[in-house]
T-cell receptor, first 113, second 115 residues
Framework: DTAVSQTPKYLVTQMGNDKSIKCEQN?????MYWYKQDSKKFLKIMFS???????INETVPNRFSPKSPDKAHLNLHINSLELGDSAVYFC????????????FGPGTRLTVL | AQSVTQPDIHITVSEGASLELRCNYS??????LFWYVQSPGQGLQLLLKYFSGDTLVQGIKGFEAEFKRSQSSFNLRKPSVHWSDAAEYFC?????????????FGAGTRLAVHP
């Protein structure tokens, strides 16, 4: 009965590879987000989708491509992985209303070798 | 630009001692403020939030925070810390952009608890 789930939890890969992280929420929310947490624990928003449409894109390299097949899912595909992509990626969801809480998934730790 | 500052990168307290984690924000309008906690290897869990009304808000796990507009602060407090409170704590403010909102996080404060 996890509210926001992500797979995989850990991802280790070589530079230049392409990988995907999946996110699903069962809260009935309309809005989903991807955040990146770097090695210093700093959290920064990357993307946000509302009802399958991109609404926030925070100047992320176009190697990162989010895809939302339906409003319960927001996947993150990363092409040509670089060392600097190593981080923890968090998915979150909310109703999208201004005062609403964002609920976070457990995170995916990506390590690029 | 809107921002959140958590001045303390690392704090260590003894179990049973009181705790205050500082958070200052920079925002032109009335801010919507949050405190989240991240336990080791875990995702973020909401502790409490402030939108309006009573400036002292109660959260889960015995935490509370006080919004002080004059000081642009939203400090988190707990009267008696438990060893299980050791974690990373993040303060965040909602930024409204293009009709949608996004969270701007502070850099976090790592709390260590000595037995």
């Amino acid at each position: 009965d996890t509210a926001v789930s992500q797979t995989p939890k850990y991802l280790v890969t070589q530079m230049g590879n392409d990988k995907s992280i999946k996110c699903e929420q069962n809260l009935g929310h309309d809005t989903m987000y991807w955040y990146k947490q770097d090695s210093k624990k700093f959290l920064k928003i990357m993307f946000s989708y509302n009802n399958k449409e991109l609404i926030i894109n925070e100047t992320v390299p176009n190697r990162f491509s989010p895809k939302s097949p339906d409003k319960a899912h927001l996947n993150l595909h990363i092409n040509s992985l670089e060392l600097g992509d190593s981080a923890v990626y968090f998915c979150a969801s909310s109703t999208g209303r201004n005062t609403d809480t964002q609920y976070f998934g457990p995170g995916t730790r990506l390590t690029v070798l | 630009a809107q921002s959140v500052t958590q001045p303390d990168i690392h704090i260590t307290v003894s179990e049973g001692a009181s705790l205050e984690l500082r958070c200052n924000y920079s925002y032109g309008a009335t801010p919507y403020l949050f405190w989240y906690v991240q336990s080791p290897g875990q995702g973020l869990q909401l502790l409490l939030k402030y939108f309006s009304g009573d400036t002292l808000v109660q959260g889960i796990k015995g935490f509370e925070a006080e919004f002080k507009r004059s000081q642009s602060s939203f400090n988190l407090r707990k009267p008696s810390v438990h060893w299980s409170d050791a974690a990373e704590y993040f303060c965040a403010v909602v930024l409204f952009s293009g009709g949608y909102n996004k969270l701007i996080f502070g850099a976090g404060t790592r709390l260590a608890v000595h037995p």
